[in-house]
Each structure stands twice: as structure tokens, then as C-alpha cells.
């Protein structure tokens, strides 16, 4: 990277939710580096997103149809001519420093082909029960700053424009892999890092069922696009004690057939399970106290149980297509 001072353009795809863009885009006006232009990508929306956006100065662009982020920052890209792209989510708010931070690690380290950000634990707007959660799991579990990790998050994450043109756009076929398979893709030139100097806030679900929703939706999803030499939820423990939950629902039945003994099994299961992801647990009690903490707890539990059941439903989806696909093949082939 030659210049001295480069340009950085920040990319966030936007779908309606005009009032946390707003946020977004003051907390970019707030950069302690100054040399940035804003690429906003209106997704289709119906709410005044790209009014809003134009007003505070960024430059609107909109897809010919709703397709999610990845079309966007694809198409924010296209349109960017900074030496260093920044795609950030509409409905983060990065800390005063982050772009600065960014640009200095990827001025300090030219093997780095992306770095990718964290999110504090702390909720943007929302500050319900739920969203509270959310913030202290997704801080601890997706983007952790406590421990190394080769994941990346395109919700936070810096590029630098040159890379990004070797590398070749996030893959727009992908729906809920998409960062991992673009780790992937980088790794075989060059390092990528996850850094707790590029930081922001996220606007997180405010009620559990929401929260459930969308880890089934996307649990579900990436056991479909998983690839091997993946770790099936990021982690090999949380994957195990996610199994050991959805054991433990068969195993109610255990006293039926095995009397006192087997009253033990499921309890025992949901206990290993919590042994597996305690650090998570001590995180929210020592964060929030015994009160939020029990409510975390169970939360926590439901989520990962959750995220197990729709892995399961997804290995069962690419089993049963795959079954499909040599039969459609073998008809073929006779024919």
C-alpha cells in the first residue's frame, strides 16, 4: 500500500431500517480518519434509507432486485475507488477508531489479505432482555476477542482493494457461508487476522423468537454449503454440546424403560453440555450478575440446542439431495 494517507471506502449494504443506518453513518462522520468516501447500497428497500443516506453525504447506489448483503457489498465494491474497502452492516456503529486502527495494521502488515472486526457487547438500539443476550453471546462465541480465531465476518471487515480484485467477489450463490468460504479463498495467498482494534456496535434481535428463527434459518444452511475441513459450528465443542442437547430430549423417556437411573441421563447430558461451553456462562454472570446470568443461561441453551437441531435438519437436507442427484445421474447414464 504506497500512499501515505489511503483512501478507504466503506461499503454497507442497507435494507430499509433508516433510523440505525442513521447511527451507522454518524458513527463513520465520527472516524478519526478523515479519509474515507461512503458507499451506501439501497438492497430494494421501501423506507427512505437512501434519502437518508444521501443527506449525511454518502454516495447511494441500489441493486436491480433484493437479493441480501452479498449482492450488495458486491455491487458497493464495483462502485468503490478506495485502496483499502471496509465493509461494515447498516446497523453497526464502529468505534471512533476503528478505521484508523485498520488502516495501520494493513499499512503495518501487507500479508494480511483481510482483517476482519469484532462487536463489543453491548446492543446499538435495542436494550431488551434479548438483545442484551445476543450481544454477550455473539461477542463471545462469533467474534471473540479473548482467543485467536481464523473466522471472519463480513459484517466487520477490511479489504484491501487490490485483494479484493485478485480474490474476486464474496460468492453470491452463498447464503450463510459466505465469510467462511472467503477466508478460505484468502487463505491460500494470504493471513487473515481478526482484530479487537476494529470495533463496533450492533443493533441486535430484540425477543428470543426472533433469535430462534434465525440460528435455525442459518444453522440449517450452513450444514447444507459445509465444506470439508470446516468445523461444523465454528467450534468443536459447542458442536458436541450441541448434540449432547438434542440427545437429551430422547433421553426423557430413559425412566420409562430404566427407571431412577435413567431419569439421570437427560440432566446429566444438559450438564456436560454446559461443562463444554462454561467459559461462555462465567462470561455473562461475571458481566451482568446471577440474575441475567440464569436468564443467559437458559437462553444460551435453547440457542445452542437450537443451532444443533437445524445442523441436524441440514445434514439431513444435503443427505437427502445428494441421494437425489447420483439417482438423477444413474437415470441418465442408463438413458
Given amino acids: 500500500m504506497s500512499r501515505e494517507h489511503p483512501l478507504v471506502s466503506i461499503v454497507i449494504p442497507s435494507y430499509n431500517r433508516s433510523d440505525v443506518l442513521r447511527l451507522c453513518l454518524e458513527a463513520v462522520k465520527e472516524?478519526?480518519?478523515?479519509?474515507v468516501e461512503v458507499i451506501v447500497v439501497d438492497d430494494c428497500g421501501t423506507e427512505d434509507a437512501a434519502r437518508v443516506a444521501a443527506s449525511m453525504g454518502a454516495t447511494v447506489v441500489r441493486t436491480e432486485s433484493n437479493g441480501g448483503p452479498t449482492p450488495a457489498r458486491n455491487l458497493g465494491a464495483a462502485h468503490a475507488a478506495g485502496d483499502i474497502l471496509?465493509?461494515?452492516?447498516?446497523?453497526?456503529?464502529?468505534?471512533?477508531?476503528?478505521?484508523?486502527?485498520?488502516?495501520?495494521?494493513?499499512?503495518?502488515?501487507p500479508s494480511i489479505g483481510a482483517l476482519?472486526?469484532?462487536?463489543?457487547?453491548?446492543?446499538?438500539?435495542?436494550?431488551?432482555?434479548?438483545?442484551?443476550?445476543?450481544a454477550l453471546q455473539m461477542y463471545r462465541w462469533w467474534m471473540p476477542a479473548h482467543r485467536p480465531t481464523l473466522e471472519l465476518h463480513a459484517a466487520v471487515l477490511a479489504v484491501p482493494a487490490k485483494v479484493f480484485a485478485e480474490i474476486g467477489p464474496f460468492d453470491p450463490r452463498l447464503r450463510e457461508t459466505v465469510s467462511s468460504d472467503y477466508r478460505v479463498r484468502v487463505k491460500r495467498s494470504y493471513e487473515v487476522r481478526l482484530t479487537d482494534a476494529v470495533r463496533g456496535r450492533k443493533d441486535h434481535d430484540a425477543t428470543v423468537p426472533t433469535i430462534l428463527r434465525k440460528v435455525l434459518r442459518r444453522s440449517?444452511?450452513?450444514?447444507?454449503?459445509?465444506?470439508?475441513?470446516?468445523?461444523?459450528?465454528?467450534?468443536?465443542?459447542?458442536?458436541?454440546?450441541?448434540v449432547l442437547l438434542l440427545a437429551a430430549v430422547p433421553a426423557l423417556a430413559l425412566p420409562v424403560v430404566a427407571g431412577r437411573a435413567g431419569a439421570l441421563v437427560s440432566p446429566a447430558l444438559v450438564a456436560a453440555a454446559v461443562a463444554l461451553d462454561a467459559d461462555t456462562h462465567r462470561f455473562?454472570?461475571?458481566?451482568?450478575?446471577?440474575?441475567?446470568?440464569?436468564?443467559?443461561?437458559?437462553?444460551?441453551?435453547?440457542?445452542?440446542f437450537t443451532g444443533a437441531l437445524g445442523g441436524a435438519l441440514g445434514v439431513l437436507q444435503r443427505f437427502a439431495l445428494s441421494r437425489l442427484e447420483k439417482r438423477a445421474r444413474l437415470l441418465a447414464f442408463q438413458e
Fill in 31 to 35: 472516524q478519526t480518519y478523515p479519509h
Fill in 86 to 109: 471496509l465493509f461494515v452492516d447498516a446497523d453497526i456503529a464502529l468505534d471512533p477508531d476503528a478505521v484508523e486502527n485498520a488502516v495501520r495494521i494493513l499499512r503495518a502488515e
Fill in 116 to 134: 476482519g472486526g469484532i462487536l463489543r457487547p453491548e446492543s446499538l438500539v435495542s436494550q431488551s432482555l434479548a438483545s442484551q443476550y445476543r
Fill in 220 to 242: 440449517r444452511i450452513s450444514a447444507m454449503d459445509w465444506r470439508k475441513g470446516e468445523t461444523p459450528g465454528d467450534s468443536v465443542p459447542r458442536a458436541i454440546g450441541g
Fill in 284 to 304: 455473562a454472570y461475571a458481566q451482568r450478575g446471577v440474575p441475567f446470568g440464569l436468564y443467559f443461561s437458559g437462553v444460551h441453551l435453547a440457542v445452542t
